[in-house]
């Protein structure tokens, strides 16, 4: 594997969405022949059992990230997110534009998502069974993770951040239930594939930013049922607050070289030991209570909420203070950040709600539980 290259494409998704919360978001755009394929009628249900069951695929290819969130600049939390050096890359970058990534996908056992953020850098993550690598050529570091999933690929146990429209997908029909209008209105091609589209809509969330979810499915083997695109629409927006899908896609086994990684000359390696099996613990309350993060609420209007300690550290205060506006909360005066999607409250002491919902509904929530 040769680094730097000239091509478009590394780390995919940004989950450490603003203020270093995790929020797995969606996206697609609508590319491919003017005329939509002539295909087979499908249910919604059918299209869904479709997804669901859909094995991980093997590929090549490369997609486009758009996110058009009418967001604040961010320019003040370089810092705070970027890992400390000055020309690293930062997520937050991703939350503002459009950028190419390429990918190669071997099931399960393997992944390879390359992007160009800016001008002469690149940045890279590979996985391969229990190991894993993240490398900036900005910084010329490689940052080495092992023992993933106790060295087994895990179907069951995506990444946390989902970094193909497969694993947004997956996560939101996984969660929106009875809550959701789900239709199939058209075709259309992505990435040269012939593909249905599956449409969903809250049906009755007042409180949700989110009008509706384009999510565009695979029809034909061996990519049958796997989701090639998937766009968020948010509420009075004509175009699509996020968008991920594929632009060119080549089924079938990646190069065994996309699924290696050698350091590069010069460059540093640190090596972490990590496990991504989590202890048991006490299922997640819904009142907001526990150690971790939790989900008040469910649907399109669930929010989720914890402490991140970083939010409440002094010398994060300024360029918090840059990116969001004082709101009074009960017998509190905490902190929001807004978008045209995702919005967060932050209480003293770090304490957050986040969701796709209003201003007004993330309030609530706290309010309701007791803050």
């Keep these: 594997m040769r680094y730097l290259r000239s091509k478009r494409g590394p780390y995919a998704v940004p989950a450490v969405v603003v203020l270093a919360i995790a929020a797995g978001t969606v996206a697609p755009s609508v590319t491919g022949a003017s005329s939509p394929p002539s295909l087979p009628s499908v249910t919604p249900a059918q299209l869904v059992s479709e997804v669901l069951s859909a094995k991980a695929p093997q590929l090549s290819g490369s997609l486009d990230w758009t996110a058009n969130l009418g967001l604040p600049d961010l320019g003040a939390l370089q810092g705070a997110v970027g890992g400390g050096a000055p020309n690293a890359f930062n997520p937050l970058t991703l939350l503002n534009g459009t950028y190419q ?7 399960n056992q393997a992944e390879h998502i390359s992007l160009s953020p800016a001008p002469g850098q690149e940045v890279d993550l590979v996985r391969n069974g229990d190991q894993a690598w993240f ?53 259309v091609y992505v990435g040269g594939q012939a593909t249905y589209e599956l449409l969903l809509t809250p049906k009755s969330a007042p409180g949700t930013t ?50 290696t990684f050698s350091v590069p000359p010069g460059a540093t390696e640190v090596n972490h030991s990590v496990s991504l099996t989590r202890p048991a613990t006490p299922a997640q309350s819904s009142t907001g209570t526990g150690s971790g993060p939790s989900t008040l609420g469910s649907g399109w209007e669930a929010v989720r909420t914890g402490t991140a300690p970083v939010l409440a550290s002094p010398q994060y205060q300024t360029q918090l203070s840059a990116v969001t506006t004082v709101v009074q909360v009960g017998s509190q005066q905490g902190r929001l950040f807004t978008s045209e999607l995702l919005n967060v409250l932050i209480l003293p002491g770090g304490h957050y709600y986040a969701g796709f919902v209003t201003p007004q509904a993330l309030e609530a929530a706290a309010t309701a539980a007791g803050a």
Excluded at 142 to 161: D, I, R
Excluded at 218 to 239: H, M, S
């Design 135 to 187: 490398w900036d050529s900005s910084t010329m570091k490689v940052t080495h993770l092992t023992g993933l999933s106790g060295g087994q690929a895990a179907p069951s146990q995506p990444t946390t951040v989902p970094m193909t429209p497969q694993q947004l997908a997956d996560r939101l029909l996984s969660h929106l239930g009875q809550s959701t209008s789900v239709v199939v209105p058209s075709t």
């Design 210 to 259: 989110i009008d509706h979810i384009e999510v565009d499915v695979a029809a034909d083997a061996p990519l049958q049922g796997v989701p090639l695109q998937v766009a968020v629409y948010a509420k009075g927006q004509a175009a699509p607050a996020l968008e991920l899908g594929f632009t060119r896609v080549q089924p079938g086994a990646p190069p065994a070289g996309e699924l």
């Design 101 to 107: 990534v390429d990918v190669w996908l071997a099931g």
